[in-house]
Every structure is written in structure tokens, then in C-alpha cells.
């Protein structure tokens, strides 16, 4: 395989997975955000897909973001009647976003992207090498 395309195909997985990253900090950052006033939703998790995508000019398939979506579960309820946010019963909507599944998906993301740079620094090493045999 041609050492540029393998280039190619790391920093795409590391695109993908820092956008993963991005969304995992958003959700975290919202996942105590609640509705401004009763009938209002509150944050609602986002989720990324990925696809494989045929790059025609190197001829190789790479990762891509396909979407940032939404998580459709259902908001959990929370009793507190001094919310601006709360239903005649005292109730509030929730965001539907759970710290541990955040934090397991960071993982995964962080290492999936430090294996991909990893990939890059021995390409770009290879590389290095051949330069410094053909001077």
C-alpha cells in the first residue's frame, strides 16, 4: 500500500474520532440542562454515525462523520417543584444524557484516535527513512 494513503486514512479516523470528542464534551457539558419553562424539552443527547467513504481520487475508503444526530430515549423526570421548568405536579424533564455511557464513549473515541496517530507517526517514520536511504 502506498505510505500516502495511509496517511490518508489516519488523519480521516482522527477527523471522525474528534468530532465523537466534541459531541461526548457537549453532552457532558448539558447533561444538567434543563427546559427555560414547563412544555420546554431539555438538552437532548446527541449521537454521531459513521460511514465509509470511497475517496475516488486515492481510491481508498475512509471514515467519515454521516451525521450528528439525536437520541430519541425518553427524558427522565426529576421532582423539583422550585424549578422555573417544572409541570403542575412539581416535575421536571431532564436531559437524557448518562455520565457513565459518556464517559465509556470518551474512552473509546481517545483511544480509537491515539491508535490512528500512532498509524501516522510510524507512516511518517517510514517515510523518514526511505528520504534518508535515497540521499
Do not use: H, W
Not at 467519515?64 to 424549578?83: E, H
Amino acid at each position: 500500500m502506498d505510505l500516502s494513503k495511509t496517511l490518508n486514512i489516519s488523519s480521516a479516523g482522527m477527523d471522525a474520532q474528534a468530532t465523537r470528542l466534541r459531541v461526548v464534551a457537549e453532552n457532558l457539558a448539558n447533561q444538567e440542562t434543563t427546559g427555560s419553562a414547563p412544555g420546554i424539552a431539555p438538552y437532548q443527547r446527541q449521537t454521531v454515525t459513521f460511514q465509509n467513504k470511497l475517496d475516488s481520487s486515492l481510491g481508498i475508503e475512509t471514515v467519515s462523520v454521516k451525521q450528528v444526530g439525536r437520541d430519541t430515549t425518553a427524558f427522565p423526570k426529576r421532582f423539583d417543584p422550585a424549578n422555573p421548568a417544572a409541570d403542575p405536579q412539581g416535575y421536571v424533564q431532564t436531559p437524557n444524557v448518562d455520565s457513565f455511557v459518556e464517559l465509556m464513549d470518551m474512552r473509546d473515541a481517545q483511544r480509537t484516535y491515539e491508535a490512528n496517530l500512532s498509524v501516522l507517526q510510524v507512516t511518517r517514520g517510514m517515510l523518514s527513512r526511505t528520504i534518508a536511504m535515497l540521499k
